[in-house]
């Protein structure tokens, strides 16, 4: 692996006694395409939401490109940040939703240009043009203008993903993008992850696509009660996965 851009490092978290997440290690380099896979209830969503600090670890540290999320280092104490230090931190972590998340009331074009513009000070017309050029790259140049509630699933989702993508993040995590879609919707985003990829983009993705995990994915997580039970090359973790628990899932999902 050459740079290190996500550095998770004995992640705890409890929601009251439910310990979700029991102490998770992940490195992903610079422009890996990790996929994590596992049963529903096995933390993924909650160790993605830990990543970009929407849930804070109990134990543990995440690292984003050297930073770590949610703290100072001085010396050999840490100090929490500022709420206004960590969303600036967020930013560098782009989150895609299961389902989409767009604002209702504004449209294509302004759900893209929302964060840019508020966030990063960017000027209106360039966050515009920086837009549109998402739009192109995610095949709906035609729909700046639609409403969310007027576009299908897969087009909202692809709308989500270029907003991601317009605070050029360092990572983007995806959380099963494709669960809330029809199955013949989820080819055209699956496409548009497949085509970030291939440029180079750093991703984590929580999916159920296996056929997809191993055209795409470097790496195959398959987590399990809150650890990593395994992860490797996709031809190894999907077709000689050495785990029991990696079996049994694979059995049920193939
Ligand atoms: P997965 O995404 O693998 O299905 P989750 O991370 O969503 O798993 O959830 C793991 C466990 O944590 C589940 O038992 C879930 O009920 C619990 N959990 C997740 N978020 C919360 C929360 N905000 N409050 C309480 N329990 C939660
Ligand atoms: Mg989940």
Known sequence: ?????????GVHKSFGDNEVLRGVDLRVGAGEVVVVLGPSGSGKSTLLRTINHLEKADRGLVGIDGDLI???RRG??????????????RAHVGFVF?????????????????APVATRRKPLVEARAQARRLLDRVGLADKESAYPRHLSGGQQQRVAIARALALEPKVLLFDEPTSALDPELVGEVLDVIRDLARSGTTMIVVTHE??????????VV???AGVV?????????????????????LSKVL
Do not use: C, S, W
């Open 1 to 9: 692996m050459g740079e290190v851009m996500v550095d998770v490092r």
């Open 70 to 72: 949610g703290y100072r």
């Open 76 to 89: 050999d104490k840490l100090y929490e940040l500022r709420e206004r230090d960590v969303l600036r931190q």
């Open 98 to 114: 299961q389902n989409f998340n767009l604002f209702p009331h504004l449209t294509v074009l302004e759900n893209i240009v929302e």
């Open 210 to 219: 296996i056929g997809f995990a191993r055209d795409v994915a470097d790496t």
């Open 222 to 224: 398959f987590m399990d």
């Open 229 to 249: 039970v395994e992860q490797g090359p996709p031809a190894q973790v999907l077709d000689e996965p050495q785990h029991p628990r990696t079996r049994a899932f």
